[in-house]
């Protein structure tokens, strides 16, 4: 992303790049690793995303990934992720964003008021956000929360 930012695209290896980002696709789960074998996580399933949308290769991104995405959502509204179940607002961030990457956001089964309640739970005294109700409040949590 980096070489994307500075207009320099063009000095680097793009094939490369993408087999490595394909590699470290996870076929049994749907989602993106950061890096070959390593568990996929909705923050790693984005990045392969942005890299991929950054390139105009998301015609190569397995349709599983849809449905990756959809099952990290729980009933309490947040988003989950993918090893440890932990719900937090970077991965209810990183899911509306590879959704919105893949054009999918109104195509979903995804009870946004309830995404958004959840959201709202997580807001503190402070006016920051947590990583979950009750959570400190942390710039980053701030960050996803409103970004979403």
């Known amino acids: 992303m980096s ?4 207009n320099c ?14 590699s470290c696709y996870d076929q049994d789960t749907g989602g ?3 890096n070959t074998y390593h568990n996929p996580s909705p923050i790693h399933t984005l990045s392969a995303l942005q890299i991929l949308a ?17 099952n990290q959502y729980t009933k309490c509204g947040g988003f989950q992720d993918t090893t440890y ?3 937090d607002g970077r991965f209810t961030y ?15 089964n995804i009870d946004w008021t309830k995404v958004s309640k959840y959201i ?5 005294f402070d006016g920051g956000f947590g990583s979950i109700p009750g959570g400190e409040s942390h710039a980053g949590y701030v960050f996803c929360n409103i970004g979403v």
Do not use: H, R, W
Request: proline share 2%; aromatic share 10%.
């Open 3 to 6: 070489a994307y930012l500075l």
């Open 9 to 22: 695209l063009d000095t680097i290896d793009s094939n490369t790049i993408i087999q490595f980002v394909l």
């Open 32 to 34: 993106f690793g950061g």
């Open 54 to 70: 950054i390139f105009d290769k998301l015609d190569l991104v397995p349709c599983k990934v849809q449905e990756y995405l959809i």
């Open 85 to 87: 179940g932990e719900i």
């Open 94 to 108: 990183c899911i509306v964003a590879s959704l919105a990457i893949l054009q999918l956001f109104d195509k979903v």
């Open 120 to 124: 709202t739970m997580c807001t503190n």
